[in-house]
C-alpha cells in the first residue's frame, strides 16, 4: 500500500483532497491529515510515508522549510506543495528544493491525480489513469489488435483536436466520431496501426514498418494525420512515445503520452502540433525577461501609448505560453502577475481605479478556460477595461498635476531641475513625465524650463548690473555657451548686444 500524509491550515482542504478521489481504490492510504507544519514534520520523519501533500505556508513550519528539513534527514518521502495564488511563485520555486510538483487552490482532480501518480512506481502509475483505469488491458480489442505487432515494434499516441474543448457537447461527439472513423479506415487499409477511443480520447498504435529508419513512426503519423485532415476539415495534434518491442509497455506509455497532451492547451503557441513524449516542447524559457516585459507593460499602461503597449502584450503572452510549460495555472499566474504588475505601479503613482475588482474577476474565471486563446481573452479584456480605467484617472488627475509641476519648476527654476525630481514631485515615472508634460503643455520639459530661465534671465540683463556670465548661472545654466546660444536663438542676439540695444533706445515719450 502507498502511504500519503496530507498538510493543510484550512482543515477543508485536506477534507476536500480525501474526498476528491478513492485512494483505497488506486492502493493509496492516506496515514494522517495535520492542520500545521510542526506535526506535519513530526509525523512525516516517525511514520516515513511515501508521500506528503504539504500546504506551501502553514504555521510551525511551512512547506519549504519541511521539505529543507526532510531533505537534511535524508528522509525519502516525496513531496507536492499545495499553494494558494500569492504563494504560486514559490511553490514553482519549490521545484528547485526536490519537491515532485505544484498544485494551485482549488484543487483539480485531473491535476491531483497527475501529479500523485508521478510519485507512484510504474505498475502502480497505470491505475493513475481517469481515476484508476488504464488506457489499454488486455482485454480491450485495441490491445488484441496490437498485440498483432509482436515480434516487430510499435509506439503509441495519444491524439487530441485542437480546441474540441471549447465546442458544445453534441459537436464534441461528431468532431470525434468523424476524426475516429477516417483513423480507423485509413489505418486498416493501410494495416499499420491501429486506432481507438477510450475515456472519450482517441489513441493510436503504430507499427514500425520493417528495415525502417529512425523517424519512420513520425513520419507515418504526420502523413496519416494530414490525411485525416483533409477528409474531415479538422487538425488533429498528437504526442507520440518512442517505439518499443514490449506491447507490454504501451499501458504506461499512452498514460504518459495523454498527460503530456495537457500541451495543447496552448495549442495556438506550440512549435509543433506532432509532439514527441521525449524532450522539451518550449526549449527557450526566459522567465527574466518575462519579468522585463511585465515592467515595460507597466510603463506603458501608465504612459497610455495604446499601440506600443498591446504589442508588448502580444510578445508577453506568447512569452507566458513558453515559461507556462504546458501548465495552465503557471500561465493564469503569469498573466495575472502580469495585471499585478500594472495595478503595483499605478498605487505607486497614486492612480486609482477599480483594479482590484478586475483582477479578482479575471482570477475566478481564468482557470474554468478551456483554451490558452480562451485566457487571453479573458485577459486582454481586462486589460482593455484596466486600460479604460487608467486613462479615466488620469484625466482626473492631469489638471492639478500639470499646474503643481509648472508650479514647481517656476519656483524652483534656478535648482538642478531634471525629469527624475520633476517626477518625483508628482509620483510619475520619469519616462512617462516627459510624455505626459508634452501633452498636456505642448512644449518638451526641458524646453519649458528653459524658456522660465530665459525669462527671468531677460529681467536680471535689463534691470541689474550683473554680468552674462553671473546672470546665466543665477538662473540656472551650469554652462554659459549653451545659456548664450538658447538666449540668442530666442530673442534674436547675444546677452550683452541686447543689453546694448536696450541701453540705446529712446526713452518713451511721457
Same mark, same amino acid.
Given at each position: 500500500?502507498?502511504?500519503?500524509?496530507?498538510?493543510?491550515?484550512?482543515?477543508?482542504?485536506? &477534507?476536500?483532497?480525501?474526498?476528491?478521489?478513492?485512494?483505497?481504490?488506486?492502493?493509496?492510504?492516506?496515514?494522517?491529515?495535520?492542520?500545521?507544519?510542526? /506535526?506535519?514534520?513530526?509525523?512525516?520523519?516517525?511514520? %516515513?510515508?511515501?508521500?506528503?501533500?504539504?500546504?506551501?505556508?502553514?504555521?510551525? *513550519?511551512?512547506?519549504?522549510?519541511?521539505?529543507?528539513?526532510?531533505?537534511?534527514?535524508?528522509?525519502?518521502?516525496?513531496?507536492?506543495?499545495?499553494?494558494?495564488?500569492?504563494?504560486?511563485?514559490?511553490? *514553482?520555486?519549490?521545484?528547485?528544493?526536490?519537491?515532485?510538483?505544484?498544485?494551485? &487552490?482549488?484543487?483539480?482532480?485531473?491535476?491531483?491525480?497527475?501529479?500523485?501518480? &508521478?510519485?507512484?512506481?510504474?505498475?502502480?502509475?497505470?491505475?493513475?489513469?481517469?481515476?484508476?483505469?488504464?488506457?489499454?488491458?488486455?482485454?480491450?480489442?485495441?490491445? *488484441?489488435?496490437?498485440?498483432?505487432?509482436?515480434?516487430?515494434?510499435?509506439?503509441?499516441?495519444? !491524439?487530441?483536436?485542437?480546441?474540441?474543448?471549447?465546442?458544445?457537447?453534441?459537436?464534441?461527439?461528431?468532431?470525434?466520431?468523424?476524426?475516429?472513423?477516417?483513423? =480507423?479506415?485509413?489505418?486498416?487499409?493501410?494495416?499499420?496501426? @491501429?486506432?481507438?477511443?477510450?475515456?472519450?480520447?482517441?489513441?493510436?498504435?503504430?507499427?514500425? $514498418?520493417?528495415?525502417?529508419?529512425?523517424?519512420?513512426?513520425?513520419?507515418?503519423?504526420?502523413?496519416?494525420?494530414?490525411?485525416?485532415?483533409?477528409?474531415?476539415?479538422?487538425?488533429?495534434?498528437? @504526442?507520440?512515445?518512442?517505439?518499443?518491442?514490449?506491447?507490454?509497455? !504501451?499501458?504506461?506509455?499512452?498514460?504518459?503520452?495523454?498527460?503530456?497532451?495537457?500541451?495543447?492547451?496552448?495549442?495556438?503557441?506550440?512549435?509543433?502540433?506532432?509532439?514527441?513524449?521525449?524532450?522539451?516542447?518550449?526549449?527557450? %524559457?526566459? !522567465?527574466?525577461?518575462?519579468?522585463?516585459?511585465? $515592467? *515595460?507593460?507597466?510603463?506603458?499602461?501608465?504612459?497610455? /501609448?495604446?499601440?506600443?503597449?498591446?504589442?508588448?502584450?502580444? $510578445?508577453?503572452?506568447?512569452?507566458?505560453?513558453?515559461?507556462?510549460?504546458?501548465?495552465?495555472?503557471?500561465?493564469?499566474?503569469?498573466?495575472?502577475?502580469?495585471?499585478?504588475?500594472?495595478?503595483?505601479?499605478?498605487?505607486?503613482?497614486?492612480?486609482?481605479?477599480?483594479?482590484?475588482?478586475?483582477?479578482?474577476?479575471?482570477?475566478?474565471?481564468?482557470?474554468?478556460?478551456?483554451?490558452?486563446?480562451?485566457?487571453?481573452?479573458?485577459?486582454?479584456?481586462?486589460?482593455?477595461?484596466?486600460?479604460?480605467?487608467?486613462?479615466?484617472?488620469?484625466?482626473? #488627475? /492631469?489638471?492639478?498635476?500639470?499646474?503643481?509641476?509648472?508650479?514647481?519648476?517656476?519656483?524652483?527654476?534656478? =535648482? #538642478?531641475?531634471?525629469?527624475?525630481?520633476?517626477?518625483?514631485?508628482?509620483?510619475? #515615472?520619469?519616462?512617462?513625465?516627459?510624455?505626459?508634460?508634452?501633452?498636456?503643455?505642448?512644449? #518638451?520639459? &526641458?524646453?519649458?524650463?528653459?524658456?522660465?530661465?530665459?525669462?527671468?534671465?531677460?529681467?536680471?540683463? @535689463?534691470?541689474?548690473?550683473?554680468?552674462?556670465?553671473?546672470?546665466?548661472?543665477?538662473?540656472?545654466?551650469? /554652462?554659459?555657451?549653451?545659456?548664450?546660444?538658447?538666449?540668442?536663438?530666442?530673442?534674436?542676439?547675444?546677452?550683452?548686444?541686447?543689453? %546694448? $540695444?536696450?541701453?540705446?533706445?529712446?526713452?518713451?515719450?511721457?
Amino acid at each position: 500500500m502507498f502511504r500519503m500524509i496530507l498538510a493543510d491550515d484550512e482543515p477543508v482542504i485536506t &477534507k476536500g483532497i480525501c474526498m476528491l478521489v478513492d485512494w483505497a481504490q488506486l492502493g493509496i492510504q492516506i496515514e494522517a491529515c495535520c492542520d500545521n507544519g510542526l /506535526d506535519a514534520l513530526h509525523e512525516i520523519l516517525s511514520r %516515513k510515508p511515501d508521500l506528503a501533500l504539504l500546504d506551501i505556508s502553514m504555521p510551525g *513550519r511551512t512547506g519549504i522549510e519541511i521539505l529543507k528539513e526532510l531533505h537534511a534527514a535524508g528522509a525519502a518521502t516525496k513531496v507536492i506543495f499545495i499553494s494558494g495564488f500569492q504563494e504560486f511563485s514559490y511553490a *514553482r520555486d519549490a521545484l528547485a528544493y526536490g519537491a515532485v510538483d505544484y498544485l494551485l &487552490k482549488p484543487i483539480k482532480r485531473e491535476a491531483l491525480l497527475e501529479a500523485v501518480g &508521478k510519485c507512484l512506481p510504474d505498475g502502480a502509475q497505470q491505475r493513475m489513469v481517469h481515476a484508476g483505469q488504464a488506457v489499454l488491458h488486455a482485454g480491450d480489442e485495441a490491445y *488484441r489488435a496490437a498485440m498483432r505487432f509482436d515480434g516487430g515494434s510499435c509506439a503509441i499516441a495519444a !491524439l487530441t483536436v485542437p480546441g474540441l474543448a471549447e465546442k458544445e457537447e453534441m459537436e464534441r461527439q461528431l468532431i470525434t466520431f468523424s476524426v475516429l472513423s477516417q483513423l =480507423e479506415r485509413i489505418t486498416r487499409a493501410q494495416g499499420r496501426g @491501429v486506432a481507438f477511443q477510450k475515456q472519450n480520447e482517441l489513441y493510436l498504435i503504430i507499427e514500425t $514498418a520493417p528495415d525502417s529508419g529512425a523517424g519512420d513512426s513520425e513520419a507515418y503519423l504526420r502523413a496519416l494525420l494530414g490525411q485525416v485532415q483533409e477528409e474531415t476539415g479538422w487538425a488533429v495534434g498528437a @504526442v507520440y512515445s518512442q517505439d518499443t518491442g514490449e506491447t507490454t509497455q !504501451l499501458p504506461p506509455l499512452a498514460m504518459e503520452c495523454r498527460q503530456k497532451c495537457q500541451y495543447f492547451y496552448f495549442w495556438q503557441h506550440l512549435p509543433d502540433t506532432v509532439l514527441p513524449l521525449s524532450g522539451a516542447v518550449f526549449p527557450e %524559457k526566459d !522567465l527574466a525577461g518575462l519579468h522585463a516585459l511585465q $515592467a *515595460r507593460i507597466a510603463e506603458q499602461f501608465m504612459g497610455q /501609448d495604446q499601440a506600443v503597449m498591446w504589442q508588448t502584450l502580444r $510578445a508577453y503572452e506568447a512569452a507566458c505560453a513558453a515559461v507556462a510549460d504546458g501548465n495552465q495555472d503557471a500561465a493564469v499566474f503569469y498573466l495575472l502577475s502580469c495585471l499585478r504588475a500594472v495595478t503595483e505601479r499605478m498605487a505607486e503613482l497614486g492612480v486609482q481605479t477599480d483594479s482590484a475588482r478586475m483582477v479578482d474577476g479575471m482570477l475566478e474565471a481564468a482557470r474554468d478556460t478551456k483554451s490558452y486563446a480562451g485566457l487571453l481573452a479573458l485577459f486582454e479584456s481586462t486589460c482593455r477595461e484596466l486600460y479604460a480605467g487608467v486613462a479615466e484617472a488620469l484625466r482626473k #488627475n /492631469d489638471k492639478k498635476d500639470i499646474v503643481k509641476a509648472t508650479d514647481y519648476i517656476k519656483a524652483h527654476y534656478k =535648482e #538642478n531641475l531634471t525629469l527624475e525630481v520633476m517626477a518625483k514631485q508628482i509620483h510619475m #515615472n520619469p519616462f512617462y513625465f516627459s510624455s505626459y508634460f508634452k501633452k498636456q503643455t505642448g512644449r #518638451n520639459f &526641458k524646453d519649458f524650463l528653459n524658456a522660465v530661465r530665459l525669462n527671468h534671465a531677460l529681467e536680471l540683463l @535689463v534691470g541689474t548690473d550683473l554680468r552674462s556670465y553671473e546672470i546665466a548661472e543665477e538662473v540656472g545654466f551650469k /554652462d554659459y555657451r549653451y545659456f548664450t546660444e538658447l538666449f540668442s536663438r530666442a530673442y534674436g542676439r547675444t546677452p550683452t548686444a541686447y543689453r %546694448k $540695444a536696450m541701453s540705446a533706445a529712446p526713452a518713451p515719450e511721457e
